[in-house]
């Protein structure tokens, strides 16, 4: 069998069956179980047969680029795959769970208001996953992984007309984009390292690596602990392991593969796949195994007091999690692998089978009733010392709300005392006064250039999260969002080797973005009141409204839907390996951007719907 | 010490209008919204719309797209048009729904949470539900509450100055709470400040959650719901929820200032005194209308039947009321015409609890008001028990769940790819057999001297078994034309994964299966000192007539039999031919329901049919094992001819009663006492759970996450969801019971008033009553506490 046919059927397959299931009608649930069940049936006979194949050949890994899609002298951002034992096994699981899922919800879902839409997104996720574990290279990953992190939004904000699903899934996503910082960092610092674009194969050729490593140290670490950081995000691990419960918000089957399963084990993917690069890295190595360990020990307590099944399971899946992120670090691949499919398909099955624990544990309190009234030892009263602690999942919760998210809130509000008006026109005025300075980049003194860039992404940095915490007007925050990647685009074009075209690259999907969305709010504005004081829930008058929103939103925040996901990539190109600083306000403002236009989103379109003449849920349910 | 009993009777009446739930492991039914069932029907409603927001009504353009359907009729439009003044025909069809109502509740703190600018709720929540439910739970937590046999508060206080981490984040608040003496008035006033917004205030905060305050205002009544009794007491939630508050606000605002400070404007709390609005009010002719022309399609049929009895009686079967026996019985009786049903509630008049073997726990089989005396035990050799080790809490440990992972993992993957692919009997599966052991003996008669050491009667007496079996005999007219063979059916219902299992079973016997209830009656009928002691009070049941004990599994569509070895020989062959009878009707009832099941071929050969809708008992994926009472609306209190071979559509509950020996109503009156808070309770959470499954049902139970075995929520931090979920109400359609007695009007209502609480439900309409007088042959209402003619029912019925 040839290595593309396989690799294009896998990932075609859900591909076309997520575009033929977008124009299926709403009311025909069987079509839209069956296309997403035969294709993953068919995804699942297809690696298995390949398996075989590949087993039979030698089990060597191959590695095929796909295509160029932006190339330019020292830049190639190109679409790599690569398959090996990793790749197969992930995609196994990921086949066979999504398989029995869907069969399952094909049932359970029946006559559910959402039936279309949640197949829609399991295909979608379906994509994002199988991208992710055949990709070759690390843009090729961050495709995946962006589309990983909008299924996961639309999953567990199924229930979007009431408010904790969808403050949860924006919650669950602030802590997703956390951990994009650290893909994005981690591609722009590998691309110094190498000076191009690479492959994950050529990533492990241990001669050269080791001759770079050597170099650079200091940035093998940085790049290693980016990677931590992308796959503790995902995956759960401390200090971010608060949102799992919270994802639990969808129908149990989604809850339970996605976060039973597939998604919390990228995580441990992303560092499998990375491993040859940081396994001679002691430094890493330990912090990885103390960071795991820490990870197991807590969750583990913090799983004990949980009185929700759901919760309880989540927290002894990031445990074991946790314990499989040590066997990563020791180096025990085969064993991580064997652990990572053990725990999906557990973990998946408790999922499933929580509502019957109602009956299952009452029938057994029936005979065998323990009830502590024995006396405490001093050791348990010791241990009890803890609970409160633990009830509170030893803060992790609060600690991402008031380390990162309140200062944020007090950076973007403290401007609260300039009119938006008076603030827009400074901002335009800002932004013109840097392409003078552009056009007369000639005169400048390099003192002055070279400060110029971090300037620049410092004032953008501001305008993102003014538009993240912008309570008010919706138009306003959109713009601020657009005119964010503006002072990028402007912030690099001071950076040497800077063509042009880039900026056509970047911005011209986020503009196309913004006007198209500008244009819908307008419009919606002249019959409802729309504000990001409150969630809305418009969609429920406007669903294609909402919908095409959505698309916008994502433009806006470089989602591969248009060329600003290149140029996203393509401008971090230009940032050298000493402007740090640059960098890292540069990521952080892609990532708050993503945040802001989200909540737009969710704000305006999703929640309790605000016109109470239908059935509303209350807030806390 | 006045502000005090002030707050205490403020709580005591706030807490009337949560929602009366218990926990999961007993679902009754009620009317969801009792508190208001001192006012007319339609004023309750209006009054908890305006109260609370609720949806108390079908919308609009809802009612209107049924009139288009022909679901709603010009004539009883026009009748219940002309009972409503001061709106306008054109508005029935013009008047454009409100779109943005604000209830009274809720208000108050909502001017306030535009000031603060923050959402209060939002923060608080979370952890209190979290402490609340992690003290309340009954088997989940792996580590539970360290209760140490104390109290919430007690506990509360013991655990904070013990532990490492404080409940709260500041110092004022935490200090408040460990002081036993700062009450809950002095929390109001450090928060509210104006005492006469305290009462504004607490409504607002508890129904912003008004599940978990509904579960512990029931638990702080009655601790013995719970398995494991936990002492609460409703005020100290209270306390700690404003302690909470305090604390987020002082971090939130420096040191909180009074929300009496705000100038915020109050609302009057009194549901006496609301006026309609002509939204309301449209809509109550709309469901008055909608009503009808139900009512008059089945009035007019009872109508047009002939009302005969049988000539020669063949078998007799006797049934529980539940609405889902009346297709069974139609299917035996139309595949045999001797056949004779009745219909009586499920418990068969007996009151017990029953202990199963091997445990140390009762279970009432009672209904639910009912406070036993009685115990019937369980005597067996083998325990029922299935391990599951998915659900064990070894596997979220670390190092056993590291082993298990690795190994039980993958046994898992195949257990998961056999319960979907193919589906089959499991240990998740709850199945009404499991109520009782079939080859178990059961302590239905009673020896002197054995009373359990808290004073419960283990067993009946004969004098009292005799009580049981002739009462029952008598309220159903069973009197006389006894069959060799009586089958006493119990139900029990079958599924998988279903959190709402308990509201499946028989609602007489608290939401359990009847199997004990009916093997008890039948070993009491069949007693030869019962038969005698009958005798002495004139019932004659000649010796060659034989009881048996059935459980009918309304899922499965199956019968089971009970002792059939006590069967005498001669009676075997009846046996055999009924067994066969059954069994066919059960065929054929599985095929009538699975009209309603979207998923299943109706049409296919009868077998498979049967065996795909017993499939669904089994399929965790299956959210519908059943329909259950969905679609209910009447319930029918008279002789079997008087609706036998109408096609009532599994809408009814039929309970037999002869009007012939009960000339004064008193069995009727007993009858009619359990009818309207039973059936009556059924149909209007049905109607409630439907007309807004958002805030007075359950929602979609897809979602739904299982807290502390107490109830579902939806994720992990959601309040507690209390109703029906939807799937189990989307096929209702909401109507008001409609009882139809089969006795003389005036004789119905001195029945119903014989009981104050019987006639509140009739005379406020919140379930309908027409009489039908047998022998003048002619229906009346009930309406506004005074029988009517009924209009159309010129022509009499033909006699029999």
New interface residues.
Partial sequence: MNITYFVHGYLGLPIASFLISLFLPVKKEGALSVLSYSTAFLQLLLVCLFTGFWIFQGAEPIQFKEISVYRSENYDFFIDFLVDKLTLTYAFLGA?LTF?IT??????????AGYKRFFNTILFFNIGYSTIIFSGNMETLFIGWEILGVSSFLLIA??RE?L??V??ALKVFSVYRIGDIGVILAMWLLHHFWHENVTFLQMNQTVSLHEHLAQNSSVGLLIATLFYIAAAAKSAQLPFSSWL??A??????S?AIFYGSMSVHIGAFLLLRTLHFWENQIYFKVGLVIAGLLT??IS??I??????????????SI??IG?IFIEIALGWENVAL??I??????R???L????????????????E?Q???VQ?SAFD?WV?????????EW?LDNALFKWLWNPLKKIGRGWKVLNFRYIFWLKAFILLFGLILRANEALLPTEVKQRLPFFFALWGFLMAVKAFTE?DSVRKSLTLVMLNHASISLALSFNAHFDNAHHIWYLSGILLAWALGYWLLTRMRKTEWISLDNFYGHIYEYPKTGFVFLLVCLGLSGFPITPSFVGEDLIFSHIELNQLGLAFFTAFSLVINGLATMRIYARVFLGPH???????????? | MNENQNLAQLIHELAHYLPSQAPLKDFIHHNTLHAFQQLPFHKGLHAAQQLFGYQTYLTLDDYRQRYENGEISEASLALAFKKQDDVSMNQLFSLEATSQLQSKVGSYRLQWKKKLGFDLDARVHPLLFRIVNSFLDQGIAIWRFPTNGLPFLAALRQMESENTASIFTGERARNCFLNPAFKLIDALDLLVGDQSAYENYLYDQQFAHPGYSGMIAQIANRPSLLVLERAIAFEDFLLLECLLEIDTLDQHHGNWIPSSKFGLETYQFDPNNLLSTTEQKLKAIWQDAYEWTYYNQVLESLQQKENHELLEVGSIGIFCIDDRECSIRRHIERLDPSFLSFGTPGHFNIETYFQPFGSSQRTKICPAPVQPTHLIIEHSVAQKKDKEWHFDARSHGLIVGWVLTHTYGFWSALKLALSILWPSKNTMAVSSKQHMDAEAMLSVEHMPGQFTPDGLQIGFTVAQMTQIVGGMLKSIGLQKGFSSLIYIVAHGSSSANNTHYAGYDCGACSGRPGSVNARAFAQMANHQLVRRALRETGLYIPDHVHFVAVLQDTAMDEFSYFDIQQIPMDLMTVFEKDRALFSKACEQNAIERSKKFATVNSLANPRSVHKKVQLRTVSLFEPRPELNHATNALCIVGRRQFSRDVFLDRRAFLNSYDYRVDPTGEALSGILNAVAPVCGGINLEYYFSRVDNEQLGAGSKLPHNVMGLLGVANGVDGDLRTGLPSQMIELHDPYRLLVIVEQKPQVVYEAITRNPNTFEWFANEWVRLVAYDPEAHYFSVFEQGAFEPYASSVTSKRAS
């Fill in positions: 066979a029995l069969i399952y919800s094909r049932y359970y879902l029946h006559r559910e199924f229930y009431r904790l699903p403050k949860n419960p919270r639990m918000e969808g129908p149990t089957p809850s197991a020990l583990t307590v799983s004990r007091v949980q009185s929700t099944i759901k919760s309880q399971i989540a927290y002894a445990a074991q314990l064997v652990h499919v053990g725990n999906a398909f557990l998946t099955y408790q499933l089978i929580s509502p019957s624990i109602v009956s299952y544990k009452i029938r057994e309190q029936q005979y009733l009830e502590a009234v405490k009263r009890d010392r803890y609970y409160m602690l633990s009830l509170k803060n309570r605000v016109k109470n003449y239908h059935q509303i849920a209350k807030r806390s349910s």
